[in-house]
């Protein structure tokens, strides 16, 4: 069962009637019992980087989803601030990131070198993935598109957390990977056929 952490940000509703549509059982939890038989977990977020892990802090379920990520391993995916508080930090605010990933999330004009670029990056754009990534599987070539509202991104530490690139005033990372933790900074569930192949891969993910 896929559960679906509502801590107070994100497109909950969304996410869970994609999966209602594909016949893929998930959940919007709400409370640690919420999580008892989650087989996989589902980390969404809008908004500001320190708002949204306070908001999870005090929602009850942050244990929880840590045990379950770190020590029994359980897949999750995050998406938009939900990927970039696994992060370690942000420039964005003051906060200790989860730390699931290995990076800090910065200001997309420092990425892109550009005082003038229009933000927040906001529409559709090509997502550009690495070769025989699960989560992208099914997608045209590995270069397919989604929708993006955002200001900020993930900058990895290592190249091999690097899953997927879009460009926007220059390349950025847009998903990554380490181990059983994935996260997309595009809104799979705004996303129409792409997003919700990405996210029926998620779902059926080994």
């Known amino acids: 069962m896929i559960a679906i952490i509502h801590y107070g940000l ?55 989803v840590e045990d379950l990520v770190m020590d029994k391993r359980i897949p999750v995916l995050g998406i938009c601030v939900g990927m970039q508080i696994m992060a370690e930090r942000s420039e964005e605010g003051r906060t200790k990131g989860l730390g699931w990933i290995e990076g800090e999330v910065v200001h997309m004009r420092a990425v892109a070198g550009k005082n003038e670029l229009i933000l927040p990056h906001m529409g559709w754009n090509d997502v550009i993935s690495r070769p025989d990534e699960p989560l992208f599987d099914g997608l045209p070539a590995g270069n397919a598109r989604f929708y993006f509202l955002h200001s900020f991104v993930l900058s990895c530490r ?20 380490a181990d059983n933790v994935v996260g997309v900074q595009f809104h799979p569930e705004k996303s129409h056929h792409s997003g919700v192949r990405l996210l029926e891969n998620f779902g059926r993910m080994s």
């Open 158 to 177: 290592k190249d091999r957390n690097v899953m997927a690139e879009a460009d926007y005033g220059g390349r950025f990372v847009c998903a990554v990977h």
């Open 10 to 64: 994100g497109n909950v509703t969304a996410i869970a009637n994609v999966y209602k549509r594909l016949g893929i059982e998930a959940k919007i939890a709400e409370t640690s019992e919420d999580l008892a038989q989650a087989s996989r977990l589902i980390l969404p977020g809008v908004g500001a980087f320190d708002h949204a892990l306070d908001l999870f802090s005090s929602s009850g379920m942050r244990n929880k």
